[in-house]
T-cell receptor, first 112, second 110 residues
Framework: ETGVTQSPTHLIKTRGQQVTLRCSSQ?????VSWYQQALGQGPQFIFQYYREEENGRGNFPPRFSGLQFPNYSSELNVNALELDDSALYLC???????????FGDGTRLSIL | QKEVEQNSGPLSVPEGAIASLNCTYSDRGSQSFFWYRQYSGKSPELIMSIYSNGDKEDGRFTAQLNKASQYVSLLIRDSQPSDSATYLCAPFNTGNQFYFGTGTSLTVIP
């Protein structure tokens, strides 16, 4: 059984640029959530997708957007990157909304 | 008031002792509660889930839930050095969101 996979592992961007992060959910999982984790903090919920629809969103501006595809893989897009966007971005999948989540290894995003 | 608050760390216990990790949450409608372990530089790993008031045991881990007090805890018995990590409490609230606490750093001293 393949777990949650994220790509890329690391990424360096400059302020104002746009970035797309990708996540393949674990087999049999139809729900994907994205989190931002700053150093020394717990993961902060960005949004959740269930069967290709966004069904929950945290306190993040609209420049954070996402998609979920028919195979339940997902993308996180961030526009107009700011220095504070530097963080570890985690994707987690589950068999349904509110069910135990399993995390990928994350994408480390650095903004210069 | 923060959505989720965990007891401040770092917490140090000797090998073989019981480690007690606490968490309070603000959303009274939360129904599902999860504990994750996160090693330094790694992603969170699910340890326990609990849905009903009372205790739930899994090996050396026991999760305790009291919805009336909006309190959930994790006990680790016979603590091992490999248990040294940050432990994250994550209730699932009525807004379809998992709220993670800041985490409690645990060090088990050999």
């Amino acid at each position: 059984e393949t777990g949650v996979t994220q790509s890329p592992t690391h990424l360096i961007k400059t302020r104002g640029q746009q970035v797309t992060l990708r996540c393949s959910s674990q087999s049999g999982h139809n729900t994907v959530s994205w989190y931002q984790q700053a150093l020394g903090q717990g993961p902060q919920f960005i949004f959740q997708y269930y069967r290709e629809e966004e069904n929950g969103r945290g306190n993040f501006p609209p420049r954070f957007s996402g998609l979920q595809f028919p195979n339940y893989s997902s993308e996180l897009n961030v526009n107009a990157l700011e220095l504070d966007d530097s963080a570890l971005y985690l994707c987690a999948s589950s068999v349904g909304v509110g069910q135990p989540q399993h995390f990928g290894d994350g994408t480390r995003l650095s903004i210069l | 008031q923060k959505e989720v608050e965990q007891n401040s760390g770092p917490l140090s216990v000797p090998e073989g002792a019981i480690a007690s990790l606490n968490c309070t949450y603000s959303d009274r409608g939360s129904q599902s509660f999860f504990w994750y372990r996160q090693y330094s530089g790694k992603s969170p790993e699910l340890i326990m889930s609990i849905y009903s008031n009372g205790d739930k045991e899994d090996g050396r881990f026991t999760a305790q839930l009291n919805k009336a007090s909006q309190y959930v805890s994790l006990l680790i018995r016979d603590s091992q050095p490999s248990d040294s990590a940050t432990y994250l409490c994550a209730p699932f609230n009525t807004g379809n969101q998992f709220y993670f606490g800041t985490g409690t750093s645990l060090t088990v001293i050999p």
